[in-house]
């Protein structure tokens, strides 16, 4: 995401925004909570912002995976979307897609079981620690099952939200350097390797 954590963010999904936010499920990258794993498999978060991008040279320098921005509130729609969605998928990226959202708890758990209610699925939810603990009192219902990404922009991932066994998504930086992506890019890591990025993306 290009916006930086505040409590004027909102949540995604992976599809998946921030501190604020909380990540609506991503379409093509939807996880289910796992147990931590020991590797890492590099990703990014792009929107309009990172304007027209290169995804063969973003595949080539090591990136797995993207969660791309969609929509904004109820009528925002990312003008760079699909060019970004098709062009991740012929790179060979794991792509999600995200929704930006200025939400409070009643509207995350409408959204979250709206969500799940019409695609099956359970959505990525994307916030800082802070976020979550001032916004929504320490709500520990969603982690049992919808999977957190995390937004801390540090060396470590740190303490998480309140009830939440571990994290599948960590964004660590919003400052990041991609090739294929002129300027500044958010970088992410999953909490496991290819395979497991892949398992959970076909929802197997």
């Known amino acids: 995401m290009t916006h930086s954590p505040s409590p ?8 998946a ?7 609506t499920a991503a379409t ?9 794993q020991a590797a890492t498999t590099a990703g990014i978060d792009v929107s309009r912002y990172q304007g027209s991008i290169n995804w063969t040279s973003v595949r080539n320098a090591g990136i ?3 969660f791309i921005k969609t929509t904004e509130g109820t009528t925002v729609k ?16 794991i792509r999600g897609a995200y929704h930006f959202a200025l939400p409070d708890r009643s509207w995350i758990s409408d959204f979250l079981n709206t969500y799940r209610t019409r695609t099956g699925r359970y959505a990525v939810i994307y916030t800082t620690t ?3 603990t001032s916004c929504t009192g320490n ?8 999977p957190l990404w995390l937004a801390r922009w540090a060396s470590t991932p740190g303490t998480l939200p309140a009830g939440a066994p ?19 890019v958010d970088r992410d890591y999953f909490n496991g390797d290819r395979s497991r990025l892949i398992a959970l993306a076909n929802n197997t």
Do not use: C, E, M
């Not at 979307?81 to 098709?86: E, Q």
């Open 8 to 15: 004027r963010r909102a949540v995604r999904s992976l599809a």
């Open 17 to 23: 925004g921030a501190l604020a936010l909380v990540a």
């Open 28 to 36: 093509a990258v939807v996880v289910t909570a796992s147990p931590a």
């Open 64 to 66: 797995q995976f993207a």
């Open 78 to 93: 990312d003008a760079n979307f699909a060019a970004n969605y098709v062009g991740a998928y012929n790179a060979g990226v």
């Open 130 to 132: 802070s976020w979550w």
């Open 139 to 146: 709500w520990s219902g969603p982690w049992a099952n919808h």
């Open 166 to 184: 571990f994290y599948s998504f960590w964004q660590y930086t919003s400052s990041g350097s991609v090739p294929g992506i002129s300027g500044a």
